[in-house]
């Protein structure tokens, strides 16, 4: 189905927790409504919602699954022994009579009586796992004595508070007590004062769950930075899943490499673990494994997952043919002399520079090749406008990097023709340049993430730059950007790729600087294959850029900002799009 045949419900995640409520009162088996709180509707993956569940409450919903006769009635039910409470983040939390005033911000949504034995059961299993965790746990205890006797308690708390500040989302739990940094949910960790409260507290005074946190935080950013420590986004921390967790990496990892493990791995210190995962992790991104991060976004999940692609298959060998006929009227991919398609672009790039012709127009033409080839409803591509700005300059080789501002940035939106189609074209213009925008603010935002943190002023603030590809799913019920574009799913494949060396201009190295991204506002996700294709069109991107780089004075990118979208020029590529000719291009803007 052509981008142009989805259009977006609208539905607010406000609009959806109200149905989700409603659903509480039909007359249906207690753990079919429960499931459909815990999935949004089915729109988050049940392992990913029931992530979330406390330790117990998963006992608990066990208990009642499949329970035909069992049914929800209203809190105030007097044989109610089991509450549903549900948060305005959507959240499911299942409660016992005494847990009743535990949390305060969500409501008791209904009861149900699951029965004495059932109680017991569960509680049983949630005693016996809460004994393995407390003994877990003395691990990670010793890790903060030792770090306090060694005096680098202030500098490792320090650490896990500066990298919170670089990651997006930080949405997870302890039990009942909440870890959060994100526009959907609370600030807890910093506006809330959670981690500067344990600044000059002894270790033995914090509480068990903060403990945890801080322990484990640092060892999952030790392990491999803001890609592990948001996998734990919109689920349990624990120090059990913590080993868990670091031992599956490692072995994923190594079987990856084709190396083995020791046999004692899942008993080995766990900062042994997270240094050697590590080590692993960057060997992986030279192999044959491509890593790729699958976004549960409605819980702000994100795991990375390992998949076999050969090398041969993340490039183009030859120019996708959506690219070749777009770009027909360029003397360089015009006559391809056997050239693989990545060196054609870089030629490409580079002849149109130094013959004085329009380089951006090249970089446009990529954009909505892959949206035509992606069956996306919009793509974009972002980037500096002047590559010699990211080059080292005295006093220091970041001093030019931070005197840049956002219009220093551009972000090259362009809707699928169809979905151009069908809407107004004001609607549209608003759409892209509002984009455009979002784009030119999280460019600015993750430069400086290339740079070691010393090098970086403590009052700019930014984040670590994206450096994996990414499949998202229901990106439209919290994300600002994602809601305010209408976006449900997304594809974002950034460069320099992993496997590949980083974009080096003046002396300085960068990754996350430029990518490919696709949208669609509706219909189904988009598939692995379909990630395949961006990661391969995010290296033509990259090829457009190394072939500018290599140039003494490469071009400046002028066009693609607010007079751009206004004045219609992104008008050409779509109707080139629809198979028609390519009218001349307008003054660059």
């Known amino acids: 189905m052509a981008g142009g045949g989805r259009r977006s419900t609208g539905l607010s995640a406000g609009d959806l927790f109200r149905d989700l409520r409603r659903e509480v009162r039909e007359d ?12 949004l509707g089915g729109r988050l993956p049940y392992e990913d919602g029931a992530a979330g569940l406390t330790e117990r409450e998963r006992h608990l919903l066990h208990e009642v699954m499949g329970d035909e006769r069992l049914r929800l009635s209203a809190p105030s039910a007097r044989d109610g022994d089991v509450f549903v409470a549900y948060s305005r983040q959507g959240k499911l939390s299942l409660l016992l009579r005494d847990e009743l005033d535990e949390l305060p911000d969500a409501d008791i949504l209904a009861a149900m009586r699951v029965g004495e034995a059932a109680r017991e059961r569960a509680e049983e299993r949630h005693t016996a796992w809460r004994q393995e965790e407390r003994l877990e746990q003395r691990e990670l205890d010793r890790i903060l004595r030792a770090w306090e006797r060694e005096g680098r308690l202030t500098e490792r708390l320090g650490q896990v508070t500066d990298w919170v500040e670089r990651v997006e989302t930080v949405l997870l739990y302890v039990g009942r007590r909440i870890y959060s940094r994100s526009d959907a949910a609370s600030n807890t960790l910093l506006r809330d004062g959670i981690l500067e409260g344990l600044a000059g507290v002894p270790v033995a005074d914090w509480p068990r769950a903060d403990r945890l946190f801080v322990a484990a935080a640092h060892l999952l950013f030790t392990a491999g930075g803001p890609v592990c420590f948001e996998e734990f986004n919109g689920r349990q921390l624990s120090a059990l899943g913590l080993r868990r967790w670091l031992v599956s990496r490692l072995r994923g990892y190594a079987g990856a490499l084709g190396v083995p493990v020791r046999p004692d791995t899942a008993g080995r210190p766990l ?44 490039a183009h060998d030859r120019l996708p043919a959506a690219l070749a006929g777009l770009g027909r009227g360029i003397p360089a991919l015009a006559n391809p002399t056997g050239l693989p398609a990545e060196a054609l672009v870089s030629r490409a790039a580079a002849e149109l520079a130094l013959g004085g012709g329009d380089a951006e127009e090249l970089l446009a033409l990529i954009v909505m090749a892959a949206v035509l080839d992606l069956r996306a409803d ?28 956002r219009p220093d940035f551009f972000c090259c939106v362009l809707p699928h023709p169809g979905f151009a189609g069908r809407r107004p074209e004001h609607e549209l213009v608003t759409l892209l340049w509002s984009v455009s925008q979002r784009m030119q603010y999280n460019r600015w935002h993750f430069v400086p993430g290339n740079f070691t943190r010393a090098e970086v002023p403590a009052r700019r603030h930014y984040f670590l730059p994206p450096t994996m590809p990414d499949l998202a799913e229901h990106a439209d019920l919290w994300h600002g950007g994602h809601v305010a574009a209408g976006v449900r799913h997304s594809i974002r494949a950034p460069g320099a790729q992993l496997w590949r060396e980083p974009l080096s201009v003046g002396g300085n190295h960068y990754r996350g600087g430029y990518d490919i991204r696709v949208a669609r506002t509706g219909g189904p996700p988009f598939t692995r294959a379909d990630l395949w294709t961006a990661v391969r069109y ?42 028609g000719r390519l009218p001349s291009a307008e003054p660059a803007r």
């Open 28 to 39: 249906r088996p207690a753990y079919t409504v429960l499931v459909r709180l815990i999935t």
């Open 271 to 314: 900062q042994d673990l997270a240094a050697e995962a590590a080590a692993l992790r960057t060997a992986v991104h030279a192999s044959g494994a491509l890593c790729f991060r699958r976004i549960s976004a409605p819980a702000f999940g994100k795991r990375e997952i390992l998949a076999g692609v050969p090398a041969a298959e993340r």
């Open 378 to 405: 919009y793509g974009m591509s972002s980037a500096v406008r002047d590559l010699t700005r990211l080059g080292a300059a005295a006093p220091d080789r970041i001093s030019g990097v931070l005197a840049l501002r």
């Open 538 to 579: 995010s290296g033509l991107v990259d090829a457009f850029w190394r072939g500018l780089a290599c140039l003494e004075r490469p071009p400046v990118i002028s066009g693609f900002g607010g007079d751009w979208y206004r004045s219609g020029a992104w008008k050409r590529y779509v109707e080139r799009g629809r198979g």
